[in-house]
């Protein structure tokens, strides 16, 4: 690989432009990249906005992912966020940080990942700007935008006892593919392994599905629509996800374990598979991909927790990045 | 220091809630932080955008920048450049990637400093929303949001032959700053050093106004009122930012050296003092604190350029992370 290669070689400018022509135009961008700042449209006069950082180590691994992988995650984990709230997703902005001996081919396919990502779970929504540096670190952050269309947005407080409680999307495939990474993903050493990682990916869906998900975006407005009465992105795990909107609604969120699938345990447990989980008003028709997964009930003794089957359960401890982290890289 | 002083020892939640409470809440924000995603007016159906990296090492040091000094420069590179559009700055959202031995107390002190320079350069400017992360390289992105008020966003390639070249802020002191600091804010191995810079900045204000500018961010709507041509932040020194102007436009840019105070190089060449460069038309009264500093000529044989006193200037090389970093750190 020649200097010119590498975006140390080629500088900012020629890295970005060999980046921006892969990156997709977006149907509400007024004003693209190449200004101080970009013009997004907001048309019912107010916009959705979220922020989410990658960062090499904890967040992923080299060894891993593919940069096509990290654009395509990057996207989910960040439109999924829009679509919590009911919002469409418009808008990205995106900031790299990557070591100067990077090579220009992998921040072209990171844009591939994005570009595709964004095509698949919400057509329309642009890339607007963003911003480089180096860095020894890789560190990849997203800024994502949305549009309520004259909607209010879907909070985590509004869940009311009577409600059903709703997932779309997989629940613990992010995690069991995280799993199996750790466990066969790595070297004697324990160090992360780019071909075992690749054959595993082969033999096992999850292992992909957690590299590079692909969560129902379009779900978050059709919710929103059918009258959702809270709303939340799955990053934690639905234990602790449903937990949160038990406490900020001040109720009792009662899972159906029948409802689980054939490892309730890994359901419950498993953070980063960005689906939806919603509480609807009882006796309305679930939209998209919305399964029944519960129902909300008061909380008498002002325990806002989550049960499973009418019993307590012990919350899965869910994904603090610096509780976790051991240093690891690959 | 006990483990509990720390992020790690913390937690992202815990860190969270030390922070929260110090940042500004901001007079657009619908819906704060604590949900997926924020949400935030934007009155007249559009918003304007944009994000900044700022990496330890290429773009700061911890012994020449207090976290007070990152939390203001933070704010002020930021709300400059939508400043730069002729927006006025609506909200910011703020992702940190730190150690996980980094002590809350320097996280309170960037919240303060964030807090404080919005306070000061862009009243009722709140932040929204954030995330955070855990890297061994400390990494802070920032995307600001701002209202264009029914104008449109001021371009680089609107200038016109005959039109006023005027600037508002500082031209050439950050640079100088930077430049002491790198001459006698490091130790005989050339490492940054905390104590010399500390003393240093005591001694010259160009050293403090380097590592914490305060740019005219108010002097953006000014201009934009005032039917600025174009604008643009001079985040990478006069010469090479009015030739941006110039390329974009199709014009010539001439700087007139009377103007540039008594040391024409330094702030010709000078970056980060994001001041706004902006053009007007001809015998418009000049808004704030903008002075004019040259005029813009019609590009006979399609150079687009920046002239000094009528004469070809060589434009002084910018800020290119991937090009001038080398490492070091401290």
């Given amino acids: 690989m020649s200097e010119s290669d590498t975006v140390e070689g080629l500088g900012e400018l020629g890295t970005l432009a060999r980046i921006l022509p892969r990156l997709p135009e977006g149907a509400s961008t007024l004003l693209g990249p190449g200004d101080d700042a970009a013009v997004v449209a907001a048309p019912d006069g107010r916009f959705v906005v979220t922020t989410d950082l990658m960062v090499h180590g904890p967040d992923f691994r080299l060894a891993w992912s593919t940069p096509y992988d990290l654009g395509w995650k990057a996207a989910a984990s960040n439109l999924s966020d829009v679509a919590a709230m009911g919002a469409r997703p418009t808008a990205l902005v995106v900031a790299l940080a990557v070591p100067g001996e990077t090579a220009v081919d992998f921040l072209e396919s990171f844009a591939d990942g994005l570009r595709e990502g964004c095509a698949e779970m919400a057509p329309g929504c642009g890339v607007v700007g963003g911003d480089m540096s180096v860095s020894s670190t890789m560190t990849i952050a997203i800024t994502a935008f949305g549009d309520l ?61 957690h590299v590079a998900p692909t969560p129902p975006v379009a779900d978050g407005v059709l919710a929103a629509v059918a009258g959702a ?25 009662d899972l159906d374990s029948a409802t689980l699938g054939s490892d309730p345990r890994a359901a419950l447990a498993g953070g980063e598979d960005h689906s939806l989980f919603a509480t609807f008003p009882q006796g309305a028709a679930l939209p998209g991909g919305f399964r029944a997964v519960g129902v909300v009930n008061s909380a008498r003794d002002a325990t806002y927790r989550v049960t499973l089957d009418g019993r307590d359960l012990i919350e899965a401890t869910g994904w603090d990045p610096y509780a976790r982290w051991s240093g690891a890289a690959g």
Avoid: Y
């Avoid at 997989?170 to 160090?191: I, K, Y």
């Avoid at 949160?244 to 609604?249: C, G, K």
């Fill in 149 to 209: 269309e004259g909607r209010a947005p879907i909070r985590r407080d509004g869940a009311r006892p009577g409600d059903v409680v709703a997932v779309s999307g997989a629940l613990g495939r992010s995690g069991r593919g995280l799993d199996l990474l750790f466990a066969l993903g790595v070297d004697r050493d324990g160090v992360p392994d780019a071909s075992l990682a690749r054959d595993l990916r082969e033999r096992d869906a999850d292992v992909g599905w």
């Fill in 229 to 253: 009465t809270s709303m939340l992105d799955l990053s934690d795990g639905l234990a602790l996800d449903a937990g949160r909107v038990a406490r900020a609604s001040r109720v009792v969120v």
